[in-house]
């Protein structure tokens, strides 16, 4: 017994006349502990990406629908100004010089 014991360790096989391999526990299930902490945040920030990329197409989609609508909308609309430009022009002709041609 000239090597002291540690109360947490493991003591290996022998590989070698002079190799022993000697793992200790806290470190193992900090190690392990780490990993699963590394593992599960890079999930949540993979998730999130995720999240974010679909509510972008979503959003986008809603804004293509919507400038549709709104195109749509004011070409409706400019066609009806143009009616009322066309009625106002032929009813209501104030240009003096066009008086003479319509007595006529």
Known sequence: MSQPETAR???GSIIDDN???SLNIKWLIQAIVL???IVYGYLKIEYRI???????IAANEERANLVS???INEEIAREKLE???AFYEKEFNI???SW???KK
């Open 35 to 37: 990993c699963a902490g």
């Open 9 to 11: 360790s493991y003591k």
């Open 83 to 85: 009616e009322r430009v």
């Open 69 to 71: 609508k709104h195109i």
């Open 95 to 97: 240009n003096p010089f």
């Open 50 to 56: 995720q999240e974010l990329e679909r509510s972008m």
């Open 19 to 21: 190799a022993i391999i």
């Open 100 to 102: 003479r041609k319509k």
